[in-house]
C-alpha cells in the first residue's frame, strides 16, 4: 500500500556538483528534502533508501546514462512508481521521445529556467500525491476505516510467499459479530453500522503495528499475523474478543451488549502451499466457535482439524 508522507523528497543524480547544489537551494525554498548521487548506477539504491518523491535524473553520466538507469528505475518493484524528470543539455526531439517512451514524465532541457524547474517538480509531486491517495482509498473500506478484501486478498499472497521463503509462522484469524443480522432486525442498520466500525476500531487497537486488520465482508473481518505463533494468534483473538464483549454501546439509553466469534489457523497446520487452505482452516473454526456457543475463539489444532475431516465423511 502507498505510504502518504507528511516530508517532501526529491533525488538528483547529476554528476555536475554545481546543478546539484543550484537545485538542491531552489528546491528546498519549496520545502523539498533533497539527496544527491553522481552517477545513474547509484540510483536504485538511493532511490530505494530514500524514497524520493520525484527523481531528477542527467541523461549525460559516466557508467550509466539516464537512459539506462530510468530503465532500470522503472523495471524495479519498489521504485517504478517514482516520476522521473530528465535533465539534459540535449534538444533533440529523438532524445525526448525516448526519455517519455522510457518511462519519464518530463524533460527538462539544461540551462534551465529555476523557476520553471520548481514548477515542474510541484506538478510531479502533486501528481504522484493525488495518486497515491486515490491508491490508498480504494484499498480502505469507508465505513470502517479498516483495509477491504481486495487489500487483504493482495496482501496475504505477499506474507504467505515471505512465510515460504523464510519458514516463518503465518497466522489468521477470521471472526464475525454474533447474531448481527438480529442486531440490524432489532435496532437498525444505523446502529449495525455503529457496531461494525467499534468493533473494527476495537481490533485495530489491539492488534500489532505489523498486523493487517480487514474487513472481509459484512460482518466479517480478518487478522493477518505475519512471524506469529498459532498460540500468540489465538492470545490476540482473545484480547480482541475481550475487548468487544467490554464495548458500551447504548440505542435510544439502552446498553447493548455485543460478542463475536473467531476462528485461528497457521501455516504450521496447513502448510505454505495454499492460502485458501489457511482462509478456509481459519473459516472452520470460526464455524466451530459458532457451533458451540458463540463469543469465544476457536483454535486449529492437528486433532480438531482431524475430527472435522472425519465429520464432513
Do not use: W
Amino acid at each position: 500500500m502507498a505510504v502518504i508522507r507528511e516530508k517532501k523528497r526529491v533525488l538528483i543524480i547529476d554528476d555536475s556538483v554545481v546543478i546539484q547544489r543550484l537545485v538542491q537551494a531552489r528546491l528546498r525554498a519549496d520545502g523539498f528534502e533533497v539527496a544527491t548521487g553522481n552517477d545513474g548506477s547509484e540510483a536504485i539504491e538511493l532511490a530505494k533508501n530514500f524514497q524520493p518523491d520525484v527523481i531528477l535524473l542527467d541523461i549525460d553520466m559516466p557508467v550509466m546514462n539516464g537512459f539506462d538507469a530510468c530503465r532500470a528505475l522503472k523495471d524495479n518493484s519498489t521504485t517504478s512508481s517514482i516520476p522521473v524528470i530528465f535533465l539534459s543539455s540535449q534538444t533533440r526531439t529523438e532524445d525526448k521521445v525516448r526519455g517519455l517512451d522510457i518511462g519519464a514524465i518530463d524533460y527538462v532541457t539544461k540551462p534551465f529556467d529555476p523557476v520553471e524547474l520548481r514548477a515542474r517538480v510541484r506538478s510531479a509531486y502533486r501528481t504522484k500525491y493525488l495518486l497515491e491517495l486515490l491508491e490508498q482509498k480504494a484499498q480502505i473500506d469507508g465505513l470502517t476505516g479498516l483495509y477491504n478484501r481486495a487489500f487483504f486478498d493482495a496482501r496475504i499472497k505477499e506474507e504467505m510467499e515471505r512465510a515460504r521463503r523464510y519458514r516463518h509462522s503465518l497466522a489468521l484469524v477470521i471472526f464475525d459479530v454474533d447474531r448481527f443480522k438480529r442486531l440490524n432486525d432489532t435496532y437498525g442498520h444505523s446502529f449495525g453500522d455503529v457496531v461494525l466500525a467499534e468493533v473494527a476500531e476495537t481490533a485495530r487497537l489491539i492488534a500489532r503495528q505489523t498486523d493487517v486488520v480487514a474487513r472481509y465482508g459484512g460482518e466479517e473481518f480478518v487478522i493477518t499475523l505475519p512471524e506469529q505463533t498459532l498460540e500468540g494468534a489465538a492470545q490476540l483473538a482473545e484480547r480482541v474478543r475481550e475487548g468487544i464483549e467490554e464495548l458500551q454501546l447504548r440505542h435510544n439509553g439502552e446498553k447493548i451488549s455485543v460478542t463475536a466469534s473467531f476462528g485461528v489457523a497457521s501455516t504450521i497446520e496447513v502448510g505454505y502451499e495454499s492460502i485458501p487452505e489457511l482462509v478456509n482452516t481459519a473459516d472452520r473454526m470460526l464455524y466451530a466457535a459458532k457451533e458451540s456457543g458463540r463469543n469465544r475463539v476457536c483454535v486449529a489444532s492437528k486433532e480438531k482439524l482431524q475430527q472435522s475431516e472425519l465429520a464432513t465423511v
